[in-house]
């Protein structure tokens, strides 16, 4: 178990409403980012956290904002969400050292229609 | 442009016999590579790793080489059992980049009783 908790885990949601995925930790970790997953493109990097109210961009970041008001808690939200955001999303964590693993939640389902 | 490569979207192998699962990248950045296992509806969980410095690590039943000349890395599985079926990921992570992962798109193993 490697103390992440995110929420909710499954959502259905309407195309144009806003939605917001929750990752909670309790291993006290600097960083924390937040996945997706699709057919045919593995996982993706959406926004990462490097510190409290520090963020930044992954790779599929347009559409999505973060915030990391704590450092056991960091937020992913779909300001409008679209169908082509319906997906898994994980989140992990992460010390940050060289060689270190990046440990994963369970994932958040959502589906937009 | 796709950076990690995984070009066999499965595999089929006997029960007892090695799995090989292949995983390419160009980046000749990245010095720390990681495989993940996936099974439906779960996270993603670490399943061993191996530094740029090494072309060996082994774990139990898992190995994985790295040929740093040819930008390629493979799994071996010795033997492989019924419950090693899921999806793997192929990982990878430069120095300094915060610890991000950049994955391939997973090989899908089936592991025939």
């Known amino acids: 178990d490697a103390g992440i908790t995110q929420s909710p885990r499954h959502k259905v949601t309407e195309t144009g409403t806003p939605v917001t995925l929750r990752c909670h930790q309790t291993?006290?970790?600097?960083?924390m980012y937040w996945y997706r997953q699709d057919p045919g493109h593995g996982l993706r990097l959406i926004h990462y956290s490097y510190g409290v109210k520090d963020t930044d961009k992954g790779e599929v970041s347009d559409g999505y904002s973060v915030s990391r008001s704590k450092t056991e808690d960091f937020l992913l939200t779909l300001e409008s969400a679209t169908s082509s955001q319906t997906s898994v999303y994980f989140c992990a964590i992460s010390t940050g050292q060289i060689g270190n693993t990046i440990y994963f939640g369970e994932g958040s389902w959502l589906t937009v229609v | 442009d796709q950076q990690v490569k995984q070009n066999s979207p499965s595999l089929s192998v006997q029960e007892g016999r090695i799995s090989i699962l292949n995983c390419d990248y160009t980046?000749?950045?990245?010095?720390?590579f990681l495989w993940y296992k996936k099974y439906p509806a779960e996270g993603p969980t670490f399943l061993i790793s191996i530094s740029s410095i090494k072309d060996k690590n082994e774990d139990g039943r898992f190995t994985v080489f790295l040929n740093k000349s040819a930008k390629h890395l493979s799994l071996h599985i010795v033997p492989s059992q019924p419950g090693d079926s899921a999806v793997y990921f192929c990982?990878?992570?430069?120095?300094?980049?915060?610890?991000?992962?950049?994955f391939g798109k997973g090989i899908t193993l089936s592991v025939r009783p």
């Open positions: 990982a990878a992570s430069a120095t300094g980049a915060n610890s991000k992962l950049t």
């Open positions: 291993e006290n970790h600097r960083y």
């Open positions: 980046n000749s950045m990245f010095d720390y």
